[in-house]
C-alpha cells in the first residue's frame, strides 16, 4: 500500500474531471465550440467555461489556437488529446463492466457497408467483451434506406453537412481513389467504380464530375464496398470514398493534379429509435461513439 507521504505527493496533483475531458474531445473532434456544445448537450458558454477552466486552472498550458469559430490544438492539446481518449475509453468500459456485468438481450443495429471493416471489428469485440450476452444484429443499407427503417434500434448514417440528424460520430473528407500504377485517369470517358443508386458518394462523384464537365461512364457498380474496392483495385476505374476506406492498394488521387474536382466532407451520424430505447441499446451507442472517435 502507498505510504502517507505518497499519497500527500498525489494530493498536490489537480486532477481532471471527466466531462472536462469529455468536451476537450468533442472540440478536438467537431473544430469548433459551437458543434462541441451540441454534442456535449451544453451552451456554449457553458463550454467555453470549462475550457478556460482547464487551461488555466488545471493543466496551465493553452491547449487551443484559436481562428474565429474555428479552433485548432496546439502541440499540448495534442498531447492531452491522446491522453483524454485512453483515460474515457478505459472510463466507459469499467463502468459498462462493473455497473451491467451481465446485461442480456438484442441490439438492432444498421449501417452503411462502407463503416462495417473499418469501424464496426473493434466496435463488436469491445463490446462482445463487456456484454459478452447481449446479442448484436447488423443490417447493411444505404443511408437513406436505414432512415425509413422503424424497426432498428440504432443506425450510423451519412449526412452532408448542414443536413444532419441523430448525433454527431465523425466528419469524413470524401476522395477520389485509383489502384496505384494505374492508367484508369488517361482514358476518356473516365471509367469510374460505383455504389448502387441512393449512395451519397456516387451523387456527390457524378453531379461533380458533370458540374466539371468531364465525360464519364460507370464501368463498375455493386451495393458491395469490397467490390468497388476490389473492381477499383483492378487498375480499369477510379472511384471516390471516404477517406479512411483507402486499402493499402489503392492510392489517394491529387484532384488538382489530376484535374478532378473536390468532393464534399460527409458527417457521420448515430441515430437512435425512440421507441426502442433500453440500457442494452444505450450500452451499444456509447460503444459506437467512442469506436468512431478512436478509429
Not at 507521504?5 to 466531462?19: G, H, M, R, V, Y
Not at 483495385?233 to 476506406?245: K, N
Amino acid at each position: 500500500m502507498p505510504c502517507i507521504q505518497e499519497i500527500d505527493a498525489l494530493s498536490l496533483f489537480p486532477s481532471i474531471d471527466s466531462e472536462l475531458l469529455r468536451t476537450f474531445i468533442a472540440i478536438a473532434d467537431s473544430g469548433g465550440f459551437t458543434r462541441a456544445a451540441e454534442v456535449v448537450n451544453r451552451t456554449q458558454s457553458a463550454v467555453s467555461m470549462q475550457m478556460k477552466r482547464l487551461e488555466e486552472d488545471i493543466v496551465q498550458r493553452q491547449l487551443f489556437d484559436r481562428e474565429g469559430r474555428q479552433v485548432r490544438l496546439t502541440a499540448e492539446g495534442q498531447v492531452l488529446l491522446g491522453y483524454a481518449r485512453r483515460i474515457m475509453a478505459l472510463h466507459s468500459e469499467v463502468l459498462n463492466t462493473l455497473r451491467e456485468p451481465h446485461m442480456v438481450g438484442t441490439v438492432r443495429i444498421g449501417t452503411p457497408d462502407d463503416y462495417v471493416m473499418r469501424f464496426l471489428p473493434g466496435i463488436l469485440s469491445r463490446f462482445a467483451q463487456a456484454y459478452p450476452l447481449v446479442q448484436v444484429e447488423v443490417q447493411c443499407e444505404t443511408s437513406a434506406q436505414l432512415l425509413q427503417r422503424h424497426d432498428l434500434d440504432l443506425s450510423i448514417v451519412t449526412c452532408e453537412p448542414g443536413h444532419e440528424i441523430g448525433q454527431f460520430l465523425r466528419e469524413e473528407p470524401v476522395r477520389w481513389m485509383q489502384a496505384i500504377g494505374s492508367s484508369a485517369l488517361e482514358r476518356s470517358p473516365l471509367p469510374v467504380a460505383v455504389f448502387n443508386h441512393g449512395c451519397f458518394c456516387r451523387l456527390w462523384m457524378c453531379n461533380a464530375l458533370e458540374t466539371a464537365g468531364i465525360d464519364y461512364r460507370v464501368a463498375y457498380s455493386s451495393h458491395s464496398l469490397s467490390a468497388i474496392l476490389a473492381m477499383t483495385g483492378t487498375g480499369l476505374a477510379v472511384t471516390a470514398q471516404l477517406h479512411s476506406l483507402a486499402t493499402p492498394e489503392l492510392e489517394i488521387i491529387n484532384e488538382e493534379e489530376a484535374g478532378l474536382p473536390r468532393l464534399p466532407s460527409a458527417r457521420i451520424m448515430l441515430v437512435r429509435n425512440s421507441n426502442t430505447e433500453s440500457q442494452v441499446t444505450e450500452a451499444f451507442a456509447n460503444f459506437i461513439v467512442e469506436g468512431f472517435r478512436l478509429g
